[in-house]
Structures are given as C-alpha cells and as structure tokens.
C-alpha cells in the first residue's frame, strides 16, 4: 500500500479498511449468519475493506490524478465515519451480553479462544493475497516510482492497481476474520523490515510474512507466560503503533518542511 500510494504513511488501518471490514463483520455477528457459516465472516471482513478502499481511493482522486496529501485524511475521515456506526450498533445492543463479550473481545484482536476453524477462515484469502502479491512484486517496485514513471516503463497501472487492492483486501479481511482486529500492524512492520533489508520486495513480501507470523506469536505466548489477561494483541499493537504512526507523520511533516 505504501507503494501503491507513494506515502509512508498508508496501511490498511490508517486508510480505513479495517474499520469497513470490522463494520461488516459485526453486522454478521449480529445477524447470527456466523453460526451457519463461518466463513460469512471472512467475506464480509473482505467485502468491507475492498468497499472502503474504493471509496477513500475514489475521493482522493481529483481530476484523473491521485492526490497524494488528500489521502491520509481521507481514510482517516472514512474510518471515523465507520467506527461511529459501529459504536452506534454496539450500544444499541448492550443488553446482548454475550453477543457485546464476542464482539469486544474481536475487536481487540484477542487469541485466547481460537481453533483451528479460525485458521481456515484465514487461509484461503491469505494465499490468494500473497499469491498475488509476489506476482506482482516487480511492478509494485516500479509503482513506488509514481504512476507516470511506472506507465513509461510498461506498466499498465490501472489493471495491477486494482488486482493488488483485491490483494490487499483479502489479506487484511483474513487476518480480521481469523483473530480480529490488530491495529497498525500493517504500518510498523513493513518499515522496520524495509531499514533492515532495503524495499526490494521480492524480499519484503516474503520477510514481512515471516516476521509478521513471528511477532504475534512472541507477543501471544509473552501474554500468556505472564498471565496478562486484561490485555490482547490489538492492544499491545494499538499502543505501539500509535507511537509509531505518531512518529512518521512528525517526520513527514519536517521533511515538507525542509523542501518548502
């Protein structure tokens, strides 16, 4: 995504997409369509982060052309809008203890109750992402040149655009479905990863889905050695990620600085 937009700043958090995948999986919790079947869950958490991505990436355009600095605030404003229907639906249901228990603890991006049933939500929508990811790992090099950079050398922009942002969709709406939501995962390790070993990703794809899958196991089993129940993943993340997002849009903001 921070290819694809050109902003370091951009991640499926930030821009919304979990904030419309959550939306739509909540309304499936609701309806009761997860007991039938399990993964109406994954496809709503993917329906929901696709729709949103279409919707910020629409407005951000002006003109035929991407607006770079109208991004951020565009997700952001998409994202509010989401999570105040969300809370809007959740405090009309507080009676509901059990559903609002289930609910919460999804939202939280917690582990304690997963099977493996949450593991083959997961699966088919990651390999298919990934899948297509590592496809298009030489065209999403040249993208982080620009759009007209990318179209000179032979990329057809608009038809790899659109296919990773179905990429992109399913890979953030089955993580969602498998262990809910995990805020700013997506910003903090792409960046770390790419100081260590450049943004070749033909080796960032591959090492960001390693250390993903490490870094939520230490996490986890850190939680549970230190029987630390009154905090999740989502939790840990949130507060780490914050820092980190607070972090690069200071930097950003110096940088714009430093070239007016």
Known sequence: MQSLFQNPLASPGVLGLSSGGSLMALLILISGWHILCPFAISVAAFGGCLVTLMIVYSL???????QIHLLILTGIAISTVLAALQGTLAYALRDHWELMQAVTEWEAGSTY??????AHMQLPLAIVGLGGCWKYRHEINILALGEDDARNLGVD???VRWRLFLCVSLLTGGAMAAVGVIPFFGLILPHVIRRLLGSNNAQLIPMCTLGGGI???AIDIALRLLSIHWL???NVSAVIGGLFFLTLLVQQMRRTTTMV
Request: glycine content about 10%; overall charge positive; hydrophobic content about 35%.
């Open 60 to 66: 951000a355009r002006s003109h035929g052309s991407l």
């Open 113 to 118: 109750d997963r099977t493996w049933q949450h």
């Open 157 to 159: 922009v608009d038809k």
């Open 215 to 217: 870094v939520i196991i």
């Open 232 to 234: 999740s993943i989502g």
